[in-house]
């Protein structure tokens, strides 16, 4: 049975989930949770958390899925051990370094890939099980058919968001909040920018999403391969997340749920399915007066959903009443959600009276046994052997039942910790001659750049044939979306394998994958986030010739970063708001959806921000990448970037491509509007 995997932000959201009928829940520690600004658990309240979880036969997940800073480190892995002596169930992990920390601490500790790591194709899952995670959890941005291509091609273990907000973006490919506000969406502080008012001619709010519900599906028969329904929202109410927990609940009984009420209690303008059943259609949404007015009156009454214990362990008695002897009394009990069952003995000092009245019978004792209401537990076999002529009173009965439900607890988990080493300070990286990389777009920056002297070209795999000259210093650029074309991609690389192009540019797991499958050197892409050592050298071990580092960073802390393999940082370009599926100015999909292997051209057009900005649209393939108005330019801060193996001058909509390499050349200083971006700021 798929397990119902409930959010908690804190414990009044946790004893909701338990009484709604969680099979698991997921919290977040005081740090390293992508939702920082959640209540969140203290050691000792996830402690207690787990005991009560535990008890009732419920798993608890804990979230450390943020990106990590080489000088967090040391307070993660503390993290990690708390997490791991009060015997949590799985760590929920983002960043490949903390993924790599966990498996040294604790090797027995289950690690679960987080949606952030952008795992939406086969090759992406299949790459986090050989990392070691054991559950993968997909996007929210695929639809019915691409997860059930995923279930039906991997052997990992999958979870699926059922419930709740959807970012507008690909997961884990938002950069929107810390370019605009500072406040990092990889690091747990999303400020939610894409809710303001962004126009594309008349319309308004256009990345601004509803919010998903596909719990009607619950009963229909499980793909294979998907373990868990997740329901988001560890910042809601736990009104909300008993009233989504126990529409699962009943949805997947195969029983009718108060689909009003679940709308109701929190919406954007409704429910939507576009990224589930493919059409991307009447999704955008924002939150209103009447959903505000309309959650007040649903809040009404939920509470009665948790206020009583969610009967989930099957319980089967069996007692003896013998005359002359002390009432004895075992049995045994089964956790519905399949975790480990027991059996119990209880011994009492009561030896049974003879009977002046009315002497008990079994079935008197059967009933009173049975009364197993606002307890976690349901009657399943119950049996009683009763000599006949005695009395026991209904007190003692009552008593025996409650010791009973007392004392029965599930075993503990316990994990033993292991050794770890944590990077060295890397030493001064000396001032070197910059060497320059160029990322183009179309075919004629394509033609300028590889007439000039940069090191490597990365191009979109869509500009290169035959014909292209310099296959040997071009870096194949794969679509960043796989979901729906990683077959047709695998045979495009294979096919560029054999005209001679033998490198690429994997900006995910899964474009990593691909590119060893098809026997390509893997370079690292900007877009796999790394922030600290052990993510770089994990990316090395991983087969990759050299990493990108994430443009979230501050350049000296980046600078600082320990790497086996060579590292480079972007230096000049529109650096991308986000990644999505949905194209805002089509209002739906992206207009370049029949081309899948396109590189974004696309359709040249904007939406505009609050203060008028255009915000660049590029819709291409099967993506759509937002830009940053204001370029980023660093041709006057070459003492930064010769502390770099390499750094990357990314071309979008430039006509002139020798221009600007000319102006890094010559340390000019930019004139005119421009940003930095976050390297001297930095993200939260």
Known sequence: MNEILAPCGGFESLTAALNAGADAVYVGMKSFSARKNAENFSDEELKKAVEECHKRGVKLYVTLNTLIYDRELTELAECIKTAAQCGVDALIIQDLGAAALAKAICPELPRHASTQMTLNSVMGVNAAKKLGFSRVVIGRELSESEIANIAENTHAELEIFVHGALCVSVSGQCYMSSLFGGRSGNRGLCAQPCRLDFTCGDRHNVISLKDQSLIEHLNEPPLPQIASYKIEGRMKRPEYVACAVNACVKARRGESYDIKRLSGIFSRGGLTEGYFDGSMADMNGIRGKDDVDNSAIWLKGIRELYSKEFPRIKLNINVSIKSGRPISCGGSYTFDSGGQGGVFVVHSEIVPEEATGSPITAEDVCVRLGKLGGTPFYAGEITAEVDEGLYVSAATINALRREICENINAPKLEYRLHGYNLPRK???????????????????????????????????????????????????????????????????????????????????????????????????????????????????????????????????????????????????????????????????????????????????????????????????????????????????????????????????????????????????????????????????
């Open 426 to 684: 890397a030493k001064p990286r000396e001032e070197k001659f910059i060497q320059y990389r160029a990322e183009v777009s179309n075919s004629e920056q394509l033609r300028q750049a590889l007439n000039l002297d940069f090191e490597l070209v990365y191009a979109p795999m869509c500009l290169l044939d035959e014909d292209t000259p310099d296959k040997r210093r071009i870096a194949v650029i794969p679509p960043l979306v796989l979901s729906d074309c990683e077959e047709d991609v695998e045979q495009r690389l294979k096919e560029l394998r054999d005209m001679g192009f033998n490198k690429g540019m994997a900006q995910t797991l899964a474009h990593a994958e691909l590119l060893k499958k098809c026997e390509f050197n893997v370079l690292g892409g900007y877009r796999m986030n790394v922030l600290n050592s052990l993510s770089a050298k994990a990316c090395s071990d991983f087969g990759f010739w050299d990493i990108m580092l994430s443009f979230e960073g501050k350049a000296a802390e980046l600078a600082e970063i320990n790497s086996p393999r060579p590292v480079g940082i972007v230096a000049y370009g529109k650096l991308p708001l986000m990644l999505t599926r949905r194209c805002p100015v089509a209002n739906g999909k992206p207009c370049g959806r029949k081309k899948p292997l396109g590189g974004g051209d696309g359709c040249g057009k904007h939406i505009k921000d609050r203060q008028g900005n255009d915000i660049e649209v590029l819709c291409g393939g099967n993506s759509v990448e937002l830009l940053n108005p204001d370029t980023l330019i660093l041709s006057d801060k070459l003492d930064v970037l010769q502390k770099f193996d390499f750094v990357l001058l990314k071309f979008t909509v430039e006509k002139d491509v020798g221009a600007v390499l000319n102006m890094y050349k010559n340390g000019a200083k930019p004139d005119g509007k421009l940003t930095r971006g976050l390297y001297f700021r930095g993200a939260e």
